[in-house]
Structure formats: C-alpha cells, structure tokens
Nanobody, 122 residues
Framework: EVQLVESGGGSVQSGGSLTLSCAAS????????MGWFRQAPGKEREGVAH???????TYAGSVKGRFTISRDNAKSTLYMQMNSLKPEDTAMYYC????????????????WGQGTQVTVSS
C-alpha cells in the first residue's frame, strides 16, 4: 500500500522559513516522480514543485527562487525548503507521487498524502 506522510508544517511570520517532509512507503521511491501541491481555503489546488526520477525540477512561478524541492532516495523522503514565506503561501500542502501525465497546467499524480498546514502571518 502506497503511503505518503507529510510533516513540517506550522505557523510562521512573513519572511520566515519552513521545511516540509514527505515520508514515502509501499513503492520503489526512486523510480517515481514526486511533487508538492497546495490548496488555500476557497481556492483550487495548485502545483508548487515537481521533481522527476532523473532529478529534473520544475517550480510554479509564484514560488520560484523561494522554495527548493529535493529528494533523498535512500530515505524515501521528499523535502521542500520554503524561504521568504508570504501570507499568500498559507495553504494545506500535499505531497504527491507517481506522475501520470500533464493537465495543461501541471503534472498529475496517482497518489496523495493527507497534507500539512502552513500558515504565514503578516
């Protein structure tokens, strides 16, 4: 059974930093592309960062230069370092695995975690 468990969310002030983690199990992690999404209240879910099996990385324009996605295949863990956080970054952040296409806006995935909340106050 595929499991994705996010952690590291919390409340920070504007300009602060957080590091999210996603512990993966139930599949051969190194063979799968991974990504981070977020969803703010009343808004659609949006792709934030994507890392392919070969390590090729894609960022949404809104976070480029501030967020860094990385993966540790030995630990089957996905990370996202978030710096210079803004109130508009407030959202539930989700880890996703096993990309299966592209919907014209972002990659699509087969598996999802339960999310971790990030709240940025001004």
């Amino acid at each position: 059974e595929v499991q994705l468990v996010e952690s590291g969310g919390g409340s920070v002030q504007s300009g602060g930093s957080l590091t999210l983690s996603c512990a993966a199990s139930g599949f051969t992690y190194s063979r799968y592309c991974m990504g981070w999404f977020r969803q703010a209240p009343g808004k659609e879910r949006e792709g934030v960062a994507h890392i392919g099996r070969s390590g090729i990385i894609t960022y949404a324009g809104s976070v480029k230069g501030r967020f860094t996605i990385s993966r540790d295949n030995a630990k089957s863990t996905l990370y996202m370092q978030m710096n210079s956080l803004k109130p508009e970054d407030t959202a539930m952040y989700y880890c996703a695995a096993d990309c299966n296409g592209y919907d014209g806006t972002w990659f699509t995935y087969n598996y999802w975690g339960q999310g971790t909340q990030v709240t940025v106050s001004s």
